[in-house]
């Protein structure tokens, strides 16, 4: 992905452009990286600040303000990265639907994640069934869709409250939904794939025990 932008603020430490798709991280999902193009010269950059200014890879220089700049994002790994989020979603579905299980806690990279449950007890063959469950969810081409709503209406809803802790910032007024068609729905404001299948079949790497009441799963995707 590639789209002209326009130096608004420029430091050493961070550029702020008048248009921008790189995606700031948050919920677990890490920040875009990518190149700005200006004047001959490609300015690296490794991550978003808190403030939403573009981070630059130590030593490569900073455009100047009103600087014309064409922004590039990693592509190949911005695609891994909605993979991955979209298969913990996922992962998260059926362990609710199957388990009542709420996610206590996550975290991912581009085509692995893991995310931990207040689940207490598990049946035996547990991570082989939860590998082949999941897998039988992605193959079903479910759509994966966001919507917006009030604070209000979701956090009067259940369904798309699936953490442990009511995690929404309280100055944030509307909430974006994503919903994984007939399976699941979070509040989110990460990147993801348009259906089940653009994820690809995953593999369930380990269920570990995080303490009394507890557990991890771990997630890896394959390349393509």
């Not at 700005?36 to 220089?61: M, Q, Y």
């Not at 990693?74 to 639907?97: E, N």
């Not at 910032?169 to 509040?187: F, K, S, T, Y």
Request: charged residues 25%; proline residues 6%.
């Amino acid at each position: 992905m590639r789209w002209p932008a326009t130096v608004v603020a420029s430091a050493p430490d961070g550029v702020t452009l008048d248009e921008s798709a790189f995606y700031p991280g948050g919920g677990g999902q890490p920040a875009d990286v990518g190149v700005l193009e200006w004047g001959g010269v490609f300015t690296r950059v490794e991550g978003v600040s808190a403030a939403g200014a573009l981070v630059p890879v130590e030593g490569d220089p900073a455009p100047p303000v009103g600087t014309a700049v064409v922004a590039r994002l990693d592509d190949v790994r911005r695609r891994s990265l909605m993979r991955t989020h979209s298969a913990l979603h996922v992962v998260c579905g059926v362990v609710f639907r199957d388990f009542a299980a709420l996610v206590t806690g996550s975290n991912m990279e581009p085509l692995t994640g893991r995310m931990d449950f207040n689940l207490p007890e598990v049946p035996d063959g547990f991570k082989t069934d939860l590998e082949r469950i999941v897998n039988e969810e992605i193959a079903r081409d479910r759509a994966i869709t966001a919507r917006v709503v009030s604070r209000d209406v979701a956090l009067a809803d259940s369904d798309v409250m699936r953490t442990a802790k009511h995690l929404i910032p309280e100055q944030v007024e509307q909430v974006r939904i994503i919903d994984v068609e007939g399976l699941d729905a979070q509040a989110d404001s990460g990147t993801h794939v348009a259906s089940t299948r653009q994820i690809g079949e995953v593999s369930i790497t380990k269920v570990e025990s995080k303490g009394k009441g507890f557990r991890r799963v771990r997630v890896v995707l394959p390349t393509a």
